[in-house]
């Protein structure tokens, strides 16, 4: 099991194979079951001896002169792993929520790894505690023997039995995908612009004005959810552009300026930036376009991970904007 914590912890920080596939069955086996089957094993680090005692109506009778069956079955070792498993992973995720660094892969992925570890070693310690003859080892023939029971009346239950561990093995799939994969959907990066007196006033999804031929101080600011350090570039240009309804289309663009901005995981940076943009008589508008990997040989819209723009005017039609004032 520490094998298979190490594994999937290349999977998902080394950068070759954190692109792959690799990290989704690795994922989901380890989410839905190897934190409980650590938590049994050293709960019950003790094989299952059937001589010692037979199962009646669901009881445990115990033989002459023992004192009943010691350990759990196979099929009851790997139920319980699943169910506290799903148990274990949303509990260490939800304190994770609590903290400045909220819920996100690294912290959480790593605490996992961590609790994994250490109750691993605790099983293996009370394991080697025991007598050889004693020690749980897994087998396969055990297993199919508790799934696929023999003898007379047997046929109800191992219906319900392959029925249980088959909504299981679906369950500890889907749950585990989810997992995996819907921590890296949320990783993004917000950009948006602050007036002189720390108020947002442009964001993707709105724009100010500025006056054209006036120099203006702005504060840019980037904050980073992408799970990992980032080292932003954002190139700033200057766009005439003609509108017709909700289209814009760019007739020209002008380079003004780029820079780099580093920012740590979870972490918001605003960097005050100065500029003077060009009076023109068409419209236009200065666009700051963010960039968290490389940038193209033509920076654009389009090709930015995220925008932000200020219109340019002159000071007789600066009311006919909406202002950041």
């Not at 059937?50 to 199962?55: I, K, L, Y």
């Not at 297993?143 to 679906?170: I, M, Q």
Request: proline share 6%.
């Amino acid at each position: 099991m520490i094998g298979l914590t190490f594994a999937l912890n290349t999977a998902v920080f080394f950068p070759i194979l954190r692109s792959t596939p690799l990290r989704v069955p690795l994922g989901f086996v380890f989410v839905c079951l190897v934190p409980g089957y650590v938590v049994v094993a050293a709960l019950f680090p003790e094989r299952f001896r059937a001589e010692s005692g037979e199962r009646v109506g669901g009881q445990l009778s115990s033989a002459p002169g023992t004192e009943g069956a010691n350990g759990v079955t196979v099929t009851e070792r790997f139920l319980l792993s699943v169910g506290l498993s799903i148990i274990i992973v949303p509990a260490i995720g939800y304190a994770w929520n609590f903290t400045p660094w909220g819920i996100q892969l690294v912290p959480v992925l790593l605490s996992v790894s961590g609790f994994t570890i250490v109750v691993a070693v605790l099983a293996a310690l009370r394991r080697w505690q025991l007598p050889g003859n004693a020690q749980f080892r897994p087998g396969l023939p055990d297993g199919l023997d508790e799934v696929w029971p023999v003898g007379t009346g047997g046929g109800s239950v191992r219906v319900v039995n392959a029925v249980l561990v088959v909504s299981v093995l679906f369950f500890a799939m889907s749950a585990g995908y989810a997992a995996v994969e819907l921590s890296y959907d949320e990783q993004y990066s917000e950009f948006y612009l602050l007036s002189g007196d720390g108020e947002t006033f442009a964001g993707v999804d709105q724009s100010s004005v500025v006056v054209g031929g006036d120099q203006q101080t702005i504060g840019v600011a980037i904050s980073n959810h992408e799970g990992q350090p980032k080292n932003y570039t954002v190139v700033v240009i200057q766009q005439t552009v003609d509108e017709a309804g909700n289209a814009t289309e760019v007739r020209d663009q002008t380079p003004l300026d780029s820079f780099t901005v580093a920012v740590d995981a979870d972490e918001t940076v605003v960097r005050n930036y100065t500029f003077t943009p060009a009076a023109r008589d068409d419209r236009s508008r200065v666009v700051w376009l963010l960039y968290p990997n490389d940038v193209p040989d033509t920076a654009s819209t389009a090709s930015a991970a995220n925008h932000v723009y200020l219109w340019v005017v002159s000071n007789a039609s600066k009311s006919d904007y909406r202002t950041a004032q």
